[in-house]
């Protein structure tokens, strides 16, 4: 089975380097023959993921500050330029204060709490609003998710309400796109050595914990987070929504 998503048309958000999910994620979509428009934050980022883009089949790259309605709006602009549908869109970001992910919990204040709600929760809906209109021909969004949404885990503290609350509206999203035949899901993945996971300390015990007790033995890797969402871009997973799904070698199901 090749070519799992020939002739389609993606949009991902949140490439910032070659270790970032969404860059795996565009490689497989690459791989699967998708045409892709990526996005980046900040004109700093402009030229890496330019860069990045050379080896992928990329047809635009375009600016999106997700705490933006105006980044948004322009963002569906170049898209409806393009004169094609677009059949998926991959939201791969997030985003708290890195104090907010070092202390107690209990001491989050509201304006931390409401950052990580704005960028990593909200941003899905406003970008489910943008781009909906969009995909004529029905699609699928997927969003990137990860276990501390329904556990404690140990340092996640506001980014796991901030997840909960986007599994959530990824549910309800997926019940008010599903009539225009667009799907929407999340995959958790299990921990994986990103530019978000790299500030984390004891990160590195974190994967040796992962590798000794986790089901397959072994820590997640992005390929396979990349493809599952070519799975559920694609033809494969048209009757899957509303749906979290875990691409964490297991880990999810162990009490203990
Ligand atoms: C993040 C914090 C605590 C524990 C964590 C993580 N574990 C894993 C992550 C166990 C796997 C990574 N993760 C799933 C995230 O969603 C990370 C989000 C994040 C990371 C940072 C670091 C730098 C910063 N802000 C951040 N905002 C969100 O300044």
């Known amino acids: 089975m090749s ?4 002739g389609k048309f993606a949009l991902i958000l949140g490439i910032a ?16 023959g998708a045409t892709l428009a990526l996005t980046y934050l900040g ?28 980044d948004l709006t322009a963002l569906a602009d170049s898209l409806s330029d393009a004169g094609r549908p677009l059949h998926a869109v991959v939201h791969s970001l997030a985003f708290a204060n890195r104090e907010d992910l070092a202390r107690p919990f209990v001491d989050t204040g509201r304006e931390g709490f409401l950052l990580a709600q704005n960028v990593s929760a909200y941003s899905l809906v406003a ?10 021909e029905g699609g699928s969004l997927t969003t990137l998710t990860y276990l501390g949404a329904t556990r404690v885990v140990p340092n996640y503290n506001v980014m796991g309400v901030a997840k909960a609350a986007l599994e959530a509206a990824m549910r309800y999203l ?14 958790s993945a299990g921990p994986i050595k990103t530019a978000s996971a790299r500030a984390i300390k004891d990160f590195s ?36 929504t509303g749906n979290v799904l875990f691409v964490d070698s297991g880990m999810q199901v162990m009490g203990f």
């Open 3 to 6: 070519h799992l998503l020939e």
């Open 17 to 32: 380097n070659r270790w970032s999910l969404a860059y795996a994620i565009a490689q497989a979509f690459s791989r699967e």
């Open 43 to 70: 004109e700093r980022q402009k030229q890496a993921i330019e860069e990045l883009a050379k080896d992928l089949c990329v047809s635009t790259v375009l600016p999106c500050d997700v705490t933006k309605d105006e």
């Open 127 to 136: 970008v489910a609003r943008a781009t909906a209109p969009l995909m004529t």
């Open 174 to 187: 997926a019940s008010d796109l599903g009539e225009r035949q667009i799907r929407v899901n999340a995959i």
């Open 205 to 240: 015990t974190i994967l040796d914990t992962i590798q000794n007790r986790a089901p397959l033995r072994r820590n997640t890797e992005p390929g396979e987070v990349a493809d599952t969402a070519v799975f559920l871009a694609s033809e494969l997973g048209r009757g899957v």
